[in-house]
């Protein structure tokens, strides 16, 4: 075989870039550390909001139109802007951006009712009214992170919480099934959060049109966030879920509420103008390891999922299980919707869209 380089070979190696050689000295700024220079004593996480939210992080909040998911991130909101405890849980103290690129007259009106409800003034909660785009470019980021640092300024504090209201407003122009394009909603998110080291960074956001998929659009938003609450509504009440916590450890808590319904002024034309505040409620029971190993009614969507995963003894990919339900006689939407509730119950495992049979109910 020739050893000779072609002409064609010899202008492909000419058009290449000229690569430095591999050194040790220069270039180095992946801020590395050695596991040896770790301190003995362990540095636990930095909670704002005790075994919920932390310091700098990030965080998803998606639920069904009408679930109360607005009405629950502002009460959240208002008692880190206030310091006071929420849910039985502590809370940092700091000032408090709502991004209200979705409706400011509406979060304008709920934090109105909030404060008459409560016989408070909250000055450390302030609403940006204007439409955001973290999608386009890089305008509005920066806008973002020159008006914390402005509100900082004057107030002598620092900005706990930046509330995005909502991913879809957020990123108008995107295709909010495209990592390509909700990568780049990501990365500008994590440059305000680099920029605003004390805020922790909660976008809201809607439900899929399949409930129990879980939020809308590219699953890897979910990979994205440090933590993910569900808010849903149920016949018991209203309930956020925390389905995912990567430094906290909370996942699986359930905090109930409901909504309680005040008198926020008159309309123009003398009616009386309601709005809601959140009020503390009961969760939904969890079961028992005695009551998962119940059985169900017997044709039920919920039973024969039950008895297809027992047959099989391993785990068997969701939409497979789905498909076989359906087989059966059942609407797709509904079989995922008890699916759901089996996760939920304890009943069964779900680890990355593969479903088994948990011990418990073997």
């Known amino acids: 075989m020739s050893t000779k380089t072609s002409v064609k070979d010899q202008a492909i190696y000419a058009a290449r870039p000229a690569f430095s050689p591999v050194t040790t000295t220069t270039g180095r700024s992946l801020n590395v ?8 004593t362990y540095a636990a996480p930095d909670e704002l909001v005790q075994g919920l939210l932390t310091t700098g992080g990030s965080s998803m909040l998606y639920g069904d139109s009408h679930s109360g998911k607005t009405f629950f991130t502002i009460d959240l909101a208002a008692a880190i802007a206030r310091g006071c405890d929420w849910m039985g849980r502590r809370v940092e103290q700091g000032l408090v951006l709502y991004l209200a690129a979705e409706s400011p007259e509406s979060v304008r009106c ?10 408070v003034r909250v000055p450390s909660f302030f609403i940006a009214q204007k439409a955001i785009n973290l999608f386009a ?4 980021m920066e806008t973002i992170i020159e008006e914390v640092r402005a509100q900082e300024a004057e107030h002598g504090q620092p900005v706990r919480l930046i509330v995005g209201d909502t991913l879809a407003r957020l990123s108008a122009g995107a295709n909010e099934n495209m990592g390509q394009d909700m990568g780049r909603v990501i990365a500008r998110i994590d440059r305000i959060r680099s920029a605003c080291s004390k805020a922790h960074f909660m976008l809201i956001h809607h439900v899929g049109r399949n409930a129990a998929a879980g939020a809308r659009g590219w699953t890897g938003m979910r990979a994205a966030v440090d933590t993910e609450i569900e808010v849903t509504e149920q016949a018991a009440g209203r309930c956020a879920k925390v389905t ?3 430094d906290l450890g909370s996942k699986g808590e359930l905090i109930g509420f409901t909504l309680e319904v005040v008198e926020a002024g008159t309309t123009k034309w003398g ?4 709005s809601c505040v959140v009020v503390p409620g009961e969760a939904p029971e969890r079961h028992s390891g005695s ?15 039950m008895a297809f995963l027992r047959e099989k003894k391993v785990g068997v990919q969701k939409a497979d299980v789905v498909a076989h339900v359906v087989m059966g006689g059942g609407v797709e939407s509904s079989v995922y919707r008890d699916i759901k509730d089996l996760v939920a119950a304890g009943y069964l495992r779900d680890v990355d869209d593969v479903l088994s049979v948990t011990e418990t109910t073997t």
């Open 33 to 40: 550390v050695s596991a040896a220079d770790l301190p003995t």
């Open 110 to 119: 709920r934090l109105q009712a909030y404060q008459k409800h409560h016989g």
């Open 137 to 140: 470019d890089n305008v509005d």
């Open 244 to 246: 995912k916590n990567r």
């Open 271 to 274: 009616a009386v103008a309601t």
């Open 291 to 305: 009551q998962r190993g119940r059985s169900f009614k017997p044709g039920t969507i919920k039973s024969r999922a």
